[in-house]
């Protein structure tokens, strides 16, 4: 277990110390999908859902998920996220998310991308859910980071 650097040598869960790290200008870009069904997709495109804009709201969604992502997963550091964006396209069968997380400081920001991602997915399948009860989130993904001692990393 010493190679896992969230557990210390007798096994319990620590939060890393990142205070020695440089701080360097750190993104990340991470995708994910809403699948949900043709009448969905079409009341997506007309903004005509009973909830209202939709991908307005989730949009916004993803962007404070983004920005809470420290006390949402456990040992994820608070770090001072200089811009996040999140992108929605609607497609046949659904919504294509993106999301870009940027921040000048000591650690990444993968896990604020993927929160960004799927808090803008839970925020669609809840608009979504009197159409469509089985909407689903899917392919929730980091695709790349850069900065830090890593570099660059690309799917």
Do not use: F
């Amino acid at each position: 277990m010493a190679d896992l650097t969230h557990v210390d040598s007798t096994g319990a869960a620590r939060m890393v110390d990142v205070s020695d790290k440089d701080v360097s200008n750190r993104i990340a870009w991470a995708t994910g999908r809403l699948r949900t069904t043709p009448e969905v997709v079409a009341a997506l495109r007309e903004n005509s859902l009973a909830k209202g804009d939709a991908l307005a709201t989730a949009r916004i969604a993803g962007i404070m998920g983004a920005k809470r992502t420290s006390d949402l997963v456990p040992l994820c550091h608070p770090i001072a996220i200089t811009g996040v964006k999140v992108e929605l396209a609607v497609t046949d069968d659904g919504v294509d998310i993106a999301a870009r997380v940027k921040t000048a400081d000591r650690t990444g920001v993968e896990m604020e991308a993927l929160t960004a991602v799927s808090v803008a997915g839970l925020t669609l399948v809840d608009m979504v859910k009197a159409l469509d009860p089985a909407a689903r989130i899917t392919d929730v993904q980091v695709e790349e980071k850069v900065g830090g001692k890593t570099g660059e990393w690309h799917r």
